[in-house]
């Protein structure tokens, strides 16, 4: 196998492509990944969640990352990571043409909802939804192909 660096327009269609990435934040130096649904939309992935340590978290430290693949041919894949910060979406007035814009980019797919509006049910959460946006800073990506 050989690796190699993906172009920006290779990186953005695997992100247009992709419903499912993988989000990275963190607080006081720990770590949390969790599997988010995203959808691009000019430089920036629209997602949704219900409250909990990601929202808490985030908006702490709302510099985040997010890695989102695509399995190839045999043993080849395609990775994109992108680096960027969280910017939430209230529902307020100033926010409501982008929380509208986010939440018609991720209702386009079946169950787009899931997994940010599913928690375990024996959770005391509020149930008030919020939308969200990564504004993109940086990314970049490797493929693996055959020699």
Known sequence: MIIRELSQQACL???????????????DGQPYVVPITIAL???????????GQKIDWMRQNPKV???????GRGDGW???????????????????????HAWSLLSKHANWWEPGGLKPVTADIPAEHLFYRINMDTVTGRESVPE
Request: hydrophobic fraction near 40%.
């Open 13 to 27: 269609e695997i992100l247009a492509a992709a419903r499912v990435g993988r989000l990275a934040c963190a607080s």
């Open 41 to 51: 939309a000019q430089h920036s992935l629209y997602s949704f969640s219900l409250p």
């Open 65 to 71: 990352c997010l890695q989102v693949d695509q399995a």
């Open 78 to 100: 395609k990775s994109v990571v992108v680096t960027g910060t969280y910017e939430e979406l209230p529902d307020r007035i100033g926010s409501k043409l982008e929380r509208e």
